[in-house]
């Protein structure tokens, strides 16, 4: 007998370029935009106010995540917003700005829970996470790499231990995800390269994974095919065709590992890089 399995994805994927339009036509009376500095210097979080403003949002910024989000980072979101209650939450930036959105969530709609409730540091999670019914969640990923717009999978640091902390849950996926290349353009080369390597590492990790399946396999392949195309002229010549094409990936290759599993090369990287502050894509 055959084994049952689902398929998790977004609600919604919403891509192309100048795809953060969207936020405009999102129903909701307060949204939340948790980001970084470098969203804010570069007008990403003022874009997204400006969107939401306009379909009658009341909006709130943080912009203080850190690389590598921390467990503190996430209460303090928590703490500052309770008055706020916001009913949309936007996770913009790299993979670690839409993690501490993912985190946010889990705290803010079950504050019963704690952190060492939820993780799998040292074996299963304590407890589950029921169902979040308050909250819509959307991600928009600023950088090509991580696939945490498309993933069931959150990491926070915890400094007293050094070290990265899963939290992986289906109800941690986004209900929407935004791929606007438009948002990715401005990724330093270093970054566009750590995190192209991200991209691809999920790409082939999820293909020979053991739970990889006819429905994650296509996808897989794809971002394989996509990135091993595109990302060298993304890199070397700046091509925005090319970072088009490797922005779509990542989310494929993020809708892939999800949907199968990472392997060994992701469970050292993220041992390797707590402990040595090493990027994740290049600790890949």
């Known amino acids: 007998m055959s084994t049952i399995r689902i398929f ?38 003022a874009r997204a106010r400006d969107y939401f403003r306009k379909g009658g949002l009341e909006v709130r910024t943080f912009d203080e995540v850190e690389p590598e989000p921390s467990i503190q980072t996430v209460m303090k979101i928590v703490t500052e917003n309770k008055d ?8 913009m930036g790299g993979g670690s700005a839409i993690d501490a959105s ?15 409730d939820v993780h799998a540091l040292n074996g299963p999670p304590k407890a589950s996470i029921p169902p979040f019914k308050k909250t819509t969640h959307v991600a928009i990923s600023s950088t090509s ?21 899963p939290i992986v849950h289906p109800e941690l996926k986004p209900n929407m995800t935004i791929v606007d290349p438009d948002i990715a353009d401005s990724m330093p080369k270093g970054v566009l390269a750590d995190t192209g390597l991200d991209a691809l590492t999920h790409a082939i990790e999820s293909y020979v ?5 006819d429905f994650s396999r296509g996808l897989s392949l794809e971002a394989i095919c996509l990135l ?25 290759a993020g809708l892939a590992f999800s ?3 990472n392997g060994i090369c992701h469970t050292v990287a993220t041992k390797v890089g707590g402990f040595f502050k090493l990027t994740h894509g290049r600790g890949n």
Not at 14 to 36: F, M, N, P, Q, Y
Not at 209 to 213: F, I, K, L, T
Request: proline share 7%; glycine share 8%.
């Open 84 to 91: 706020f209650n916001p009913d949309v939450i936007v996770g």
């Open 8 to 45: 998790r994805s977004p609600r919604d994927i919403v891509w192309g370029r100048g795809s953060i339009a969207h936020l405009e036509s999102i129903r909701g009376k307060r949204a939340l935009i948790v980001t970084d500095p470098v969203m804010t210097k570069l007008g990403g979080a």
């Open 102 to 116: 993912k985190g946010f969530r889990v705290f803010f709609e079950h504050p019963q829970l704690t952190f060492e």
């Open 228 to 252: 091993m195309k595109y990302l060298p002229p993304a890199y070397q010549e700046n091509n925005p065709a090319a970072k088009e094409h490797i922005h779509y990936a990542a989310t494929m």
């Open 259 to 261: 949907n199968s599993a």
């Open 209 to 213: 994974s053991g739970m990889a399946n």
């Open 145 to 165: 790499g991580s696939g945490s717009d498309a993933s069931h999978v959150c990491v926070l640091t915890d400094p007293a231990i050094h070290a990265k902390c």
